[in-house]
């Protein structure tokens, strides 16, 4: 039963880095993990360690690690033979596959979303990110990143409403056109925000948290960061194939002014979607291996 606000529920940052702190691990161990790999000077060893913090996580890595996606072939026994099989051009996809899977085990109840959407959203906005990037010019890894974070805000947010039960009426079409429109009314802050500002605080690349906070290109200025169109436009190819939520759909029509601002073009889009799913089957089979 929808329940009527009183008034917008009060999240200042410490409220929201708060109730961050109650998700999983994985995400601190990937911004370490980023500021790894944009060392020219690091190595393997330090990545094993990082991923090793956490049991729960280590243990999924390797269990992945051992799908036809990462193993080639071998036996993996270990966070360290994992980290050596896919070396550093694929460890960020390794952990991003893990962390997926860790972040989604559980619905998002205040937005009537089952786990197994947000992870295929998560996976299918991450590799077409990490797609587009490279004819479009941008950083894939950060391209990737944004794509699998960028639901980050709804898992906080639909924490803080079931907390909050009394005064967070659940998100109905019917009532609000979009989740933006009903998060700011109830929360007071839109998703978009709260991720960001979990991104700047667990020391992301800035462009990573700008690029989420203006990815649905309800303004104008948010066409100025190509991280931003890039992301529009991935979510895009997600809405196409089924794998994007009904209260963000409103902002995902691509269109010949976001292709020519995200610098792409129709040629780019058949081999994008074509990695797209080759990499998002293996990553579905890895999390069910």
């Known amino acids: 039963m929808l329940v009527a606000p009183s008034a917008p529920t009060s999240l200042t940052r410490e409220k929201l880095l708060e109730i961050a702190r109650t998700l999983p691990a994985d995400l601190r161990v990937l911004s ?9 000077n690091s190595e393997l060893n330090e990545v094993s360690a990082l991923l090793r913090r956490d049991v729960t ?19 993996i026994s270990s966070v360290e033979e994992a ?107 839109t998703s978009c925000e709260v991720t960001a500002i979990l991104l700047d605080d667990w020391e992301f690349p800035p462009e990573l948290a700008d690029g989420i906070r203006g990815h649905y290109m309800a303004k104008k200025t948010d066409e100025e960061p190509p991280l931003a169109v890039l992301l529009n436009v991935a979510n895009g190819l997600a809405q196409r194939v089924s794998r994007s939520f009904r209260g963000e759909d409103t902002w995902w029509d691509i269109t010949p002014e976001k292709m020519q601002a995200a610098g792409l073009t129709e040629d780019d889009f058949e081999p994008a979607i074509i990695a797209t799913e080759e990499a998002f089957d293996a990553a579905n089979a890895a999390l069910a291996a």
């Open 57 to 75: 996580l280590a243990a999924k890595i390797v269990r992945i690690s051992n799908s036809a996606m990462f193993s080639g072939g071998r036996t």
């Open 83 to 189: 980290v050596n099989s896919v070396g550093f051009g694929e460890v960020l996809k390794l952990l991003g596959t893990a962390t997926a899977g860790r972040l989604s085990e559980s619905s998002l109840h205040c937005y009537d979303l089952g786990s197994k959407l947000v992870c295929d959203n998560m996976l299918y906005a991450a590799f077409a990110a990490e797609a587009l990037a490279r004819p479009a010019d941008i950083d894939p890894r950060v391209a990737f990143s944004a794509g699998l974070l960028r639901a980050v805000g709804l898992m906080v947010l639909d924490r803080a409403g079931r907390r909050d039960a009394a005064s967070s009426p659940l998100y109905s079409s019917s009532r609000w056109p979009n989740y933006m429109t009903w998060e700011a009314e109830v929360f007071g802050i």
């Open 32 to 40: 370490k993990l980023g500021q790894i790999l944009q060392n020219p």
